[in-house]
């Protein structure tokens, strides 16, 4: 073990190992992450870590190069006989940047590891009933269940045969074959196949026609996928509906607010009284809303808008909201386009 290790492992012992068991290691095996756990754990929490640090040093380096923080604002804390300089707003700043980027970076691992681990979900939930199906051919031309098994693992199966693989490699020694599928449910993160290899090992016990309930099983699989095919088909027209207001109404809407308040900018800066000496009605009035307010306040609703209609369409379309996050980025990336793209159409037929 090399130097590095040993010290990636010392950063993983600071989580307690009750929790590092019950959501850290089974958040990787169901990701199918064949490496060590520890190390992987303290090579994330050096990488959190370093980029705190370096959030927390951005105000202090660039940020005073450049002058984006006053350095003259300053307080002093007491403690018994010494007294502590503190620039204020740099060290807020540094602390809020430190915590957001070690923040966002804990997310994005989070989210990396749960989008592997439904992308497994999905793939082996797809080729199931193909697999029993084959099971059930390979029972009903004379083989034991376990070479049934260990006969239909192909390739083209994925992590699904790559596990039964293993569950077959173990009940080669002291483990059954029972218990070595049963423990599959350990490994991949569905409920479909936890629940048929659970009435499958039901049935191995008790006995009884094998090849009939694998091909039943297989036929209900497939009828629960296509439902959700249909019900997938029924609610496109809600997605897009979505991403029609998110992406197109929402950003043209907000580019005619931030180019009315530039009109009426512009003339009340021209004209504020008529010829009486009298106020020209709402006109007269200071507004308190400036346009680059406005397209402030636009940006913050994209972003809003992105993430609530990136969460709704997962639940459309996975019936998980957190899958949907992927669209996230896309959708807030086409809204600000499409934003500035108004801005400049409408800058040129309503200007004043």
Request: proline residues 3%; charged residues 15%.
């Amino acid at each position: 073990m090399t130097f590095f290790d040993r010290f990636y492992r010392s950063l993983s012992d600071f989580i307690p190992e009750k929790k590092k068991k019950s959501a850290v290691y089974n958040a990787l095996t169901y990701s199918g992450h064949r490496v060590d756990f520890d190390i992987w754990l303290g090579k994330r929490i050096f990488l959190i870590g370093l980029l705190g640090v370096i959030g927390f040093l951005l105000p202090w380096t660039i940020g005073k190069t450049f002058g984006f923080f006053n350095f003259e604002k300053t307080a002093n804390i007491i403690i018994g006989d010494f007294a502590i300089l503190i620039f204020t707003e740099p060290l807020f700043v540094s602390i809020v940047l430190s915590m957001a980027m070690a923040g966002i970076t804990t997310a994005l691992l989070y989210l990396h590891i749960y989008y592997k681990i439904e992308s497994r979900t999905a793939i082996v939930e797809s080729v199931l009933p193909d697999f029993l199906m084959l099971v059930s051919s390979n029972v009903s031309a004379g083989m034991t269940p376990f070479a049934a098994f260990r006969a239909a693992a192909r390739k083209e199966f994925g992590p699904l045969s790559e596990e039964i693989k293993v569950a077959t490699a173990k009940a080669l020694g002291t483990q059954s074959f029972t218990e070595a599928l049963l423990n599959l449910k350990n490994r991949i993160k569905s409920s479909q196949l936890e629940e048929t290899v659970s009435f499958f090992g039901q049935s191995l016990r008790s006995g009884g026609k094998l090849s009939a309930l694998l091909e039943t099983s297989a036929n209900y699989l497939r009828d629960i996928q296509e439902m959700r095919k249909e019900l997938l088909a029924t609610t496109k027209m809600y997605v897009l509906f979505v991403a029609f207001v998110v992406v197109i109404g929402t950003p043209l809407l907000m580019a005619i607010s931030v180019q009315f308040l530039v009109m009426v900018t512009n003339i009340q800066a021209q004209s504020s009284f008529d010829s009486s000496g009298s106020p020209v009605g709402f006109l007269s009035s200071q507004l308190n809303i400036t346009p680059e307010f406005m397209e402030m306040a636009a940006l913050l609703l994209f972003f809003i808008n992105a993430l609530l209609s990136s969460l709704f369409i997962g639940v459309l379309n996975k019936g998980k909201a957190k899958l949907g996050l992927i669209n996230f980025p896309l959708i807030f990336i086409a809204t600000v386009i499409v934003f500035f793209i108004a801005r400049t159409v409408f800058s040129q037929f309503l200007s004043f």
